[in-house]
């Protein structure tokens, strides 16, 4: 994997708050390797480790997307849902922003027919056949399409399970990473102070918490995949 330079810079991460964590009694020990002070009873992670880790997280994505590879964004918190979807579109990937379902991947025949119920559904409205349909028909099948979208709206061009998956809470996604981990997708995450570093391929640890600090990586990373995406294109 080739070394590339993404401009991260510390005082970009301090102005987004990555380096705040969680409070001192809300810790796992497993990332003490990644927290280099203590302040007014709270842990602050050690931005040089988040450098370093969000640069290799950087790197590995480039060379996915240069090679064609497709990614899935997993952000379910509410206040980041905006921001997954439209960093995912962004980038032309996968993203599930509203609710991780158990077996989404495990259970990937299930999932596949659920998408193709989607599509269906989908095409049937474009082409204004719910009009033809009693009412009540009509307002079951629009509420079960409302559904769907919300659901899985984003990932509803994924035909194959994802070559890479993108975290951005490690607590709240703990069920997509075990999913990953029982399939072999290779993981990146974002770890706070309160997290298992162990869970993911790579962990960057950072605030899960802020938006700003969320917005941060989420930008290096698919800013990452856009160019090599721009790199496999040219060269097909």
């Known amino acids: 994997m080739t070394r590339r330079y993404w401009n991260i810079n510390l005082k970009e991460m301090i102005e987004a708050g990555v380096h705040f964590g969680h409070g001192i009694k809300k810790w796992n020990p497993k990332m003490a390797p990644y927290i280099s002070a203590k302040r007014k009873g709270t842990h602050i992670t050690n931005l040089a480790r988040t450098a370093r880790f969000l640069s290799e997280a950087c790197d590995l994505v480039f060379d996915a997307a240069s090679q064609g590879k497709s990614f899935l964004i997993v952000g379910t918190k509410k206040r980041a849902a905006d921001l997954v979807a439209s960093a995912a579109i962004r980038s032309r990937c996968h993203y599930v922003n509203k609710k991780w379902f158990s077996g989404m991947l495990t259970n990937w025949a299930i999932t596949k027919t659920r998408l193709s119920q989607f599509r269906d559904l989908r095409a049937e409205e474009k082409m204004g056949k719910f009009h ?19 659901y899985l709206g984003g990932i509803k061009y994924m035909t194959r399970l994802p070559d890479i998956v993108i975290v951005l809470d490690q607590q709240k996604e703990y069920i997509a990473l075990r999913e990953c981990a029982i399939l072999g997708i290779p993981t990146i995450s974002l770890v706070d102070t309160n997290c298992d570093p162990d869970l993911a391929n790579i962990s960057i ?3 899960d918490d802020t938006m700003t600090s969320i917005r941060l990586i989420l930008n290096k990373l698919v800013f990452a995949i856009s160019e090599g995406r721009s790199l496999y294109i040219r060269n097909r």
């Open 132 to 150: 033809h349909l009693p009412k009540r028909d009509a307002a079951i099948l629009k509420r079960k399409l409302s559904t769907l979208q919300r």
């Open 205 to 207: 640890p950072a605030n």
